[in-house]
């Protein structure tokens, strides 16, 4: 089928992104490792659909397809989660710094 075509290409540009950014510094060890386990995912699930079907039935989801859906959601609400307190700790770091410079100058 194209469509796993397109996803099996989407999966090696992605690859290679990681890599890049990996090599740059731009992403930490643990980030690489978690999306290439993403990415590898997808690309699993895309060749070998009946994987869905066998975790669908061991969780009990009457349709297979209703699984990626699931799994999706609760992983984009986790990773709103983790950046919703990354942000709240950069945004009291910026406030203590702030702080310490009006200080420095006030004082």
């Given at each position: 089928m194209i469509i796993q075509w397109v996803i099996l290409i989407l999966v090696v540009l992605m690859y290679f992104k990681?890599?890049?950014d990996l090599k740059k510094g731009k992403i930490s060890l643990r980030r690489f490792?978690?999306?290439?386990?993403?990415?590898?995912?997808l690309s699993l699930i895309t060749y070998f659909?009946?994987?869905v079907?066998?975790?669908?039935n061991l969780i009990g989801i009457e349709r297979?397809?209703?699984?990626?859906?699931y799994v999706s959601i609760i992983?984009?609400?986790y990773l709103l989660f983790k950046m919703s307190i990354r942000?709240?700790?950069?945004?009291?770091?910026?406030?203590k710094i702030v702080k310490k410079i009006a200080l420095e100058k006030g004082g």
């Open positions: 990681l890599l890049i490792f978690f999306w290439l386990f993403i990415w590898t995912g659909p009946q994987i079907l066998f975790f669908s297979a397809k209703d699984l990626p859906i992983l984009l609400f942000t709240e700790e950069i945004e009291q770091g910026i406030t």
